[in-house]
């Protein structure tokens, strides 16, 4: 007698985290429903990461880099972040070129890099 996997859908804890897909192009209409996923998942999860699968989004433009922002601050509201699942090239060009970086599925968390400045701080300066 052999045992196999038990029906229904597999175990899902706090370590593993929310996917939500995205397919085809982002309307701007839809970023407001997008954003409430975004919470929901994080607050009935209780994950901290919630994965967006972008491989259906198509050729990007500024509505899918201004979804995925929004996205991202509404995640952060609530205490978590978003890692993009297969990004295209063409979407990770245009996040640069606009400032922005996201996590990636398959690829370690990344700080920013110190700026390694160093501030001199004078007598009688006012506290900012």
């Given at each position: 007698m052999s045992s196999g996997r038990p029906p229904g859908l597999p175990h899902v804890d706090?370590?593993?985290?929310?996917?939500?897909v995205?397919?085809?192009?982002?309307a701007r209409d839809?970023?407001?429903?997008l954003c409430e996923a975004?919470?929901?998942r994080l607050?009935?999860?209780g994950a901290r990461v919630v994965v967006c699968d972008v491989a259906g989004l198509g050729p990007p433009g500024l509505t899918t880099v201004d979804a995925l922002a929004r996205m991202q601050l509404a995640a952060r509201r609530a205490g978590g972040r978003i890692r993009?699942?297969?990004p295209d090239p063409a979407l990770r060009a245009l996040l640069a070129l606009v400032?922005?970086?996201f996590e990636t599925e398959g690829q370690p968390e990344q700080r920013e890099p110190p700026l390694r400045v160093e501030e001199a701080v004078e007598p009688g300066?006012?506290?900012l």
């Open positions: 706090a370590k593993t985290p929310a996917v939500l995205l397919p085809g192009p982002v839809e970023v407001p429903r975004v919470r929901a607050e009935h999860t993009l699942r297969a400032g922005l970086r300066d006012a506290p």
